[in-house]
């Protein structure tokens, strides 16, 4: 499957943004889809999964009513709104299916998005 994230960027502390996570190849709908991030030098950080259906959501307590997870099931296009950012959230991010997560699979990973939080 092919993975592409977008909607990174440069942010002010509290600010917002909204990442998106292109999928082909695979029969999106049938996934539960995660977010991840890596910080430099950090291992990688799990942030939130969603079901197949979009009904079922789960998030790390680091990101917790500040991040909404969400999908598009008929683009076929995973989001993640990101609000209140702190400069801890600066990272790369990247989507990717729950299954390959599980399995610390990272050969599908797609370029990620760069997400800086600085003033």
């Known amino acids: 499957g092919q993975l592409v994230e977008s909607g990174g960027g440069l942010v002010d502390p509290g600010g917002s943004l909204r990442l998106s996570c292109a999928t082909a190849?695979?029969?999106?709908?049938?996934?539960?889809m995660t977010w991840v991030r890596q910080a430099p030098g950090k291992e990688v950080e799990w942030i939130s999964d969603?079901?197949?259906?979009?009904?079922?959501?789960y998030y790390n307590d680091s990101v917790k009513g500040r991040f909404t997870i969400s999908r598009d099931n008929a683009k076929n296009i995973l989001y993640l709104q990101m609000n209140d950012l702190k400069p801890e959230d600066t990272a790369l991010y990247h989507c990717?299916?729950?299954?390959?997560?599980?399995?610390?699979?990272?050969?599908?990973w797609g370029p990620g998005t760069q997400v800086t939080v600085s003033s």
């Open positions: 190849g695979f029969y999106f709908t049938s996934y539960y």
């Open positions: 969603i079901n197949g259906k979009g009904d079922l959501t």
């Open positions: 990717m299916r729950y299954s390959d997560y599980v399995k610390r699979d990272f050969s599908s």
